[in-house]
């Protein structure tokens, strides 16, 4: 059973939250909690798939900060950020602590919220799928080695790209955003630099569902394929070693 933890001190919207989350994953188990103590404890003895919190609790203002420090000290959760602190201000600092997401109360629908917590968890399916995969074929992914020279792609685009001998099946915008990728490997291509490879449908869910095709694409030829890492709330990095996150 996939479980989730809401760290909100306010119960009208604590509530609300959980609503939307059950609604959007049935079956799905939904812990409260609305001090940083419970929190904290729950977190040292919990393993959730993802915990959704405020910054803001009580007259903490910044007990969030603490305990997403926890949370990467213990289980490295993704962390989805739901505040009503500035989004301008707060975001950089969101993304220093390697929080996944970021939304602004009063700024956002329903459907944005959903949108966001469902894709952070598809991330995390996918990530325990593909290290269960290795653990069944007898493989560690730290011990995966593949270099640069194991891609080959057209210039001008006109050619599906090829790995490891073989053709890579790719609509047009995946190519792009491919070749986006593996030009700067080892650096973050950010998502607005992706949006700029895309001719419509230029926002972060649809950059994401691109990237998930293009992995899709390689594991089908290459199970192992772990190279493309998702870099929370900045965008997405090619890396040469194979130790990627999904």
């Known amino acids: 059973m996939v479980k989730v933890a809401v760290i909100e001190d306010d119960m009208p919207t604590s509530n609300q939250l959980k609503t939307w989350i059950e609604a959007a994953k049935p079956g799905i188990q939904v812990d409260q909690w609305f001090s940083r103590d419970d929190a904290e404890a729950a977190i040292s003895r919990e393993n959730y798939d993802l915990v959704v919190l405020d910054i803001e609790l009580g007259r903490e203002r910044h007990a969030g900060v603490a305990i997403i420090n926890a949370i990467n000290k213990q289980h490295a959760t993704p962390v989805l950020v739901v505040s009503a602190m500035p989004a301008t201000i707060y975001r950089s600092i969101m993304k220093a602590l390697d929080a996944w997401d970021y939304l602004q109360k009063a700024t956002f629908e329903e459907a944005d919220f959903i949108e966001t917590f469902l894709e952070i968890l598809r991330s995390v399916r996918e990530r325990k799928q593909h290290k269960e995969s290795l653990k069944e074929n007898g493989k560690d992914a730290a011990k995966t080695s593949v270099t640069a020279d194991q891609l080959s ?36 291509v950010s998502y607005e630099d992706l949006y700029e490879v895309v001719k419509s449908g230029r926002n972060r869910d649809n950059i994401r569902k691109h990237v998930s095709t293009i992995r899709d694409a390689f594991r089908e030829i ?6 493309i890492e998702n870099v929370p709330m900045r965008g997405f990095r090619w890396v040469d070693d194979g130790n990627g996150r999904t």
Request: hydrophobic residues 40%.
């Open 222 to 227: 290459d199970p192992d394929f772990e190279c």
């Open 153 to 188: 792609m057209d210039p001008l685009r006109q050619r599906t790209p090829i790995w490891r001998g073989q053709r890579i099946n790719l609509p047009l915008t995946a190519q792009r955003i491919l070749a986006a990728l593996f030009a700067q490997r080892g650096q973050v």
